[in-house]
């Protein structure tokens, strides 16, 4: 089935690094652009990246511009979040999402993973 | 950047009850060129990740149930439930895209 899952998260010291990953499956996954969204614990939901189909695109929240770089590898069916200089604010389940319509920005987010928890704490 | 604010923050609806969530943008999310507003609703209940239910502000996602309806143009919209369900119960966020994405605070919606 159409499904995505994360991976990667965990606990890091106050200007650590952490990456991401999402895989893919159950769809033409080059035809989609997708997201990375988080969500601090018990509060709302945060986009922070996007990237385009073929990669070639990124965008990012001011929140984390700078600081995490977005990727994706179509021929493994992944994507990726590199977090540098993270800080305690960056605590949250992280999301990937993939974008309702093919090949636009413009939609909503029709499929999440389950989540990735990453703690910034020293 | 667009702010969402949705009302109220939590809602007690008994059961086969209306629920009524709204949300508003600080700007408008209706793009005349093709007569769509640029705006989402999903659904988050505990432990998981949201689930989409609306998407042009209107238009119900494949597999959600005819109880669900989202209406609404320009700054204001509103989702509807309109017999309140056991699995019903959960948080409901809006979302824009007609810029940069965000999304309301949420609303929970509980039994009375």
């Known amino acids: 089935q159409v499904q995505l899952v994360e991976s990667g998260g965990g606990l890091v010291k106050p200007g650590g690094s952490l990456r991401l990953s999402c895989a893919a499956s159950g769809f033409s996954f080059s035809d989609y652009y997708l997201s990375w969204i988080r969500q601090a614990p018990g509060k709302g939901l945060e986009w922070i990246s996007y990237?385009?189909?073929?990669?070639?695109?990124?965008y990012y929240a001011d929140s984390v511009k700078g600081r995490f770089t977005m990727s994706r590898d179509n021929a493994k069916n992944s994507l990726n979040l590199q977090m540098n200089s993270l800080r305690a604010e960056d605590t949250a389940v992280y999301y990937c999402?993939?974008?309702?319509?093919?090949?636009?920005?413009?939609?909503?987010?029709?499929?999440w993973g389950q989540g990735t928890m990453v703690t910034v704490s020293s | 950047d667009i702010v969402m604010t949705q009302s109220p923050d939590s809602l007690a609806v008994s059961l086969g009850e209306r629920a009524t969530i709204n949300c508003k943008s600080s700007q408008s999310l209706f793009f005349s060129s093709n007569n769509k507003n640029y705006l989402a609703w999903y659904q988050q209940k505990p432990g998981q990740p949201p689930k989409l239910l609306i998407y042009w502000a209107s238009t119900r996602e494949s597999g959600v149930p005819d109880r669900f309806s989202g209406s609404g143009s320009g700054t204001d919209f509103t989702l509807t439930i309109s017999s309140l369900q056991a699995e019903d119960v959960a948080i409901y966020f809006c979302?824009?895209?007609?810029?940069?994405?965000?999304f309301g605070q949420g609303t929970k919606v509980e039994f009375k």
């Open positions: 979302q824009q895209y007609y810029g940069t994405p965000s």
């Open positions: 990237i385009s189909s073929t990669g070639t695109n990124t």
């Open positions: 999402a993939r974008l309702r319509d093919s090949n636009t920005w413009y939609d909503g987010f029709d499929i």
